[in-house]
Every structure is written in structure tokens, then in C-alpha cells.
């Protein structure tokens, strides 16, 4: 079926290109496991350029899937044989008045950007991911999680009201509190539901300095005791960790011999304080019983933010940002983290980590309102994610290793966060939702009719639509 550009270039302001001209770039993510040719892409100019790209494609007989910095590595952000709506193009970021405690921004917004124009006025979102040159829309319609997230849950938690446009064309305003059910759908719903064109996000104040204690663990569990007192004493502003080899030599791992590692478990608490007023070093370090204290750093608190872009930019100079990011992220029951490291991790060759690294991010299970981020039930929780960066020709032979580890986690009662790469069959994604899943179907069939939105990722149903010869 050809469907020419010319079709839909009437009906919107923004640029329209045919399937020829779209950049390969714009034909895969950041995962390299996947690519696909969209049939016509849209920069749209507005919400309305939204809408009617969605009832063209109605009409037409065609999926619409949405790209934002493309910061996924599933069958997300591309399309095949669809329209592909560039997000980037809508990146507005609204005035911060005087004494506000919140700001409007278009999806397409980059979070640095957010945070640049905040941060002047004493304020900043109270959740930041790691990388902050990814959109708005995008990380609120995966969850958004970050290393304040065992305070304030997720940044879709922070949404005080979106704009976004359904699957059948129709532009709504929403609120936990106004149309709730759809909003609950769109927040951490992946774009099954609709597309979202604006948010206003919740702000908090910040403190225009950080000090981050740079603690290492030799011992996972006593690394766990100390990241829940930390959580626990309510003390800390950030918490990261990582899970760190070093390597030994090499021993027999499934009939081969590979390099093998000791783990250490760095783990940095970081509070924010005023100038001329530093936090007093004995007392926040009280009760905590690290194997080593490396390091404690104090930056002002936008360098903190982006703290990582040195590490992303030696990535991308390095060629390890252009291979292909499997990544398996996932979030555990507190209980059984041990068990899950002392059984992942001895066998992880540290090579697959050149470019890459495994994060742990503890969290409380109590501070996230979404229906749609499904975590383990309990009070404390642990995120754990091997990010490798693989090159294509060994995609094959890392591709068993990663997959197993997710079904163990999964058999251990974890739940994958949905932003990396997940192979999941109907029956996995069943089990993954659980009693959320009936509520997601309902949403898709009543908010995307046609069932166009995003396809190729979760399978939910929806009437399909009727193709065009």
C-alpha cells in the first residue's frame, strides 16, 4: 500500500517526509536489536498536528508509533510501515513564575533543558533520570525512575496534568483527580493509550550545593543493610549504587573459560546543603558500616544532575554508544536480592560491561501512586540492571545470558522495568501485569479503538483496523 505524503501534509503544520527521506537514524533506538521503515514520519507543530495525524492513519488503515529521544532498546520508538511521530519537534518549556511549584513543558522536552530552566529559580523535578538528554514524554510513559526514587517514587508520579491525544484523535486533559483512569493509562502506559503532547510537572526546591560520600561494599548484604538505613533515616536527598567487577582471571563457565570478577558494591548517599553551611559529615555517616569511605565530593547541585555526562560522552567517543544496549532492568523483591546477585553475577564476564555497567538503585515500594509500573509487592524494593554494551556480531551469544537472567528474576519475584529490552511472550507480559492487565486492555479498546498506538511490543487487542488495498 503507498501511501503518499501528500495526503497528510494538508492537514498538518509540521514537516511531513516520505519513507525515502527519513534518516536511518530514525529507523532504529538506542538498542540496535531492532529496525524498521517508517511509511511517512511527522514533526508535528502541536497537539492538533497529533490528532490528525492519528485520524489520517485511521482512515488509512495505518499504526501510529511515537519517538522521542529514542532511549529504549525494545520494538519502541520505530515504525514498520506506519507514521513515526517525531516528538523532538515539540519542545517547549513554559515560564516559572515567581513563587511557582510547577512548570508546563511540551513531551518532546529534553529534562535538561527542564532542569536548566528551573534550576535558576531555587527548583528542579523531584525525580531525574541518569541521562537527561531524553524526553519528557518519553520516560513518563515508561515510569521515569532515579536515584530520589526512594522518596518520590517515579517521575510520573510528579505529573500534576498531561495533554495527550487518544488513539482516536481526540486531544484531553487529564489529572489523577480529573479523568483518572485515563491518565493512570497513560502514565507508565508505554503510548497504548495515547500520545502525550504536554505535562505539567511538580517541582520541589533544592539546596544549591550536594556533598555525595563515596562508599564501597564488599558484602552484598551488609551493602543492603546500609542502603535501607539509609532510606530508612530519611537523611539522604540521592541514593546510587552500582555493582562493580574486578576481574581475577579466568575460570570453566558453561563448558568455556571466561574472565571471572570479585564484586564491590560502590554506593553514594548524597544530601544538598547550603554554601557556607556544609552537613556535618559524623552525623550523616552514623550507623553506616561501609568496607572502604573512598571519596566525598561536594559539586553544585546542576553538576550533580549531570554528574554522568562525562561517562556518556566517553561512551559515545569510545564507539560503545552505537553498539547494541540489551539492557536487562529489573526490579526485586528486597529479600531476594542476594540471592539474585550471588547467583548472576559471578558468572557475568566483566567485558560485556566495556561501555556499560550494572545499576542497583534500592527503593521503596510505598511512594509510587502508577497502576501501570508494576513492582513487587513490600515496603523496600531493589532496581537491579545489567547495561551492557555489546558489539552486533556477539548480539547472539550475550542475547541466552541476558534472557536468563530476566526469567530468574522474574521466577524471584521481580518485575522488568520496561524501558530496555524485554522478549517477552502474551503469557510473560500476562503474568507481568497481573490484576493490571484486564484494566489495560479495557484502556486500550476504549482510548485506541483501531488499536494503532505503538504496536510490536506489549500485545494488547484492540478492534483492528480496516487496511486500505
Given amino acids: 500500500m503507498h501511501v503518499p505524503a501528500a495526503g497528510l501534509r494538508p492537514l498538518v503544520r509540521g514537516r511531513v517526509l516520505e519513507s525515502s527521506d527519513i534518516e536511518p537514524e530514525r529507523t532504529t533506538n538506542f538498542g540496535h536489536v531492532f529496525t524498521a521503515r517508517p511509511r511517512l514520519l511527522l514533526e508535528p507543530a502541536s497537539a492538533e498536528d497529533v490528532a490528525a ?3 489520517f492513519a485511521r482512515s488509512e488503515g495505518l499504526s501510529v508509533s511515537v519517538r522521542g529521544a529514542a532511549h529504549s532498546q525494545s520494538h519502541v520508538a520505530i515504525s514498520d510501515g506506519g507514521i513515526l511521530i517525531d516528538m523532538r519537534a515539540m519542545g517547549r518549556i513554559g515560564p516559572v513564575a515567581r513563587g511557582a511549584s510547577s512548570v508546563e513543558v511540551d513531551a518532546g522536552a529534553i529534562w535538561r533543558d527542564v532542569v536548566r530552566t528551573v534550576l535558576p529559580h531555587g527548583l528542579a523535578p523531584p525525580i531525574l533520570t541518569n541521562n537527561l ?3 519528557v514524554g518519553g520516560t513518563v510513559s515508561t515510569a521515569g525512575v532515579g ?10 508520579d510528579q505529573v500534576e496534568e498531561i495533554e495527550v491525544v487518544t488513539g482516536a484523535g481526540e486531544i484531553r486533559s487529564c489529572g489523577p483527580d480529573r479523568e483518572p483512569d485515563l491518565f493512570w493509562a497513560v502514565i507508565a502506559g508505554l503510548g497504548q493509550v495515547g500520545v502525550i503532547t504536554r505535562a505539567r510537572l511538580r517541582l520541589r526546591a533544592v539546596r544549591p550545593m550536594t556533598r555525595t560520600y563515596y562508599l ?3 558484602d552484598v548484604r551488609r551493602f543492603m543493610e546500609d542502603t535501607r538505613s539509609a532510606m530508612d533515616s530519611g537523611r539522604w536527598d540521592h541514593l546510587e549504587s552500582w555493582a562493580s567487577p574486578s576481574p581475577q582471571g579466568t575460570k570453566p563457565v558453561s563448558g568455556r573459560r571466561q574472565v571471572f570478577a570479585r564484586w564491590f558494591f560502590p554506593f553514594h548517599p548524597t544530601v544538598e546543603f547550603d554554601a557556607g553551611s556544609p552537613p556535618d559529615d559524623r552525623a550523616l555517616l552514623d550507623g553506616l558500616h561501609p568496607y572502604d569511605h573512598l571519596y566525598t565530593d561536594d559539586l553544585p547541585i546542576l553538576d550533580f544532575f549531570e554528574r554522568l555526562e562525562p561517562v556518556f560522552d566517553l561512551w559515545k567517543r569510545g564507539g560503545t554508544w552505537g553498539h547494541v544496549h540489551p539492557w536487562m532492568e529489573t526490579v526485586l523483591p528486597w529479600e531476594r536480592t542476594p540471592d539474585v546477585l550471588e547467583a548472576v553475577l559471578p558468572d ?5 560491561l566495556v561501555g556499560g555497567h550494572v545499576l542497583l538503585w534500592p527503593a521503596k515500594g510505598s511512594t509510587s501512586r502508577s497502576r501501570l509500573f508494576r513492582r513487587p509487592d513490600g515496603e523496600n524494593l531493589m532496581g537491579f540492571g545489567i547495561l551492557p554494551a555489546v558489539p552486533a556480531p556477539y548480539w ?3 542475547k541466552p545470558m541476558l534472557e536468563n537472567a530476566s526469567r530468574l528474576c522474574v521466577a524471584m519475584g521481580g518485575k522488568r522495568y520496561l524501558s530496555g529490552y ?4 502474551e503469557e510473560e507480559w500476562r503474568e507481568h501485569y497481573g490484576d493490571a492487565w484486564p484494566l489495560f486492555v479495557e484502556a486500550k479498546q476504549r482510548w485506541d479503538p483501531d488499536g494503532i498506538l505503538n504496536p510490536g511490543f506489549v ?3 484492540a478492534a483492528a483496523p480496516a487496511r486500505k488495498a
Fill in 53 to 55: 495525524a492519528i485520524r
Fill in 133 to 135: 538528554s531524553v524526553t
Fill in 147 to 156: 536515584v530520589a526514587s526512594h522518596r518520590f517514587g517515579t517521575q510520573g
Fill in 216 to 218: 564501597l561494599y564488599d
Fill in 348 to 352: 557475568l564476564p566483566p567485558s560485556i
Fill in 396 to 398: 547472539e551469544e550475550a
Fill in 422 to 425: 524485554v522478549a517477552f511472550d
Fill in 459 to 461: 500485545p494488547l487487542r
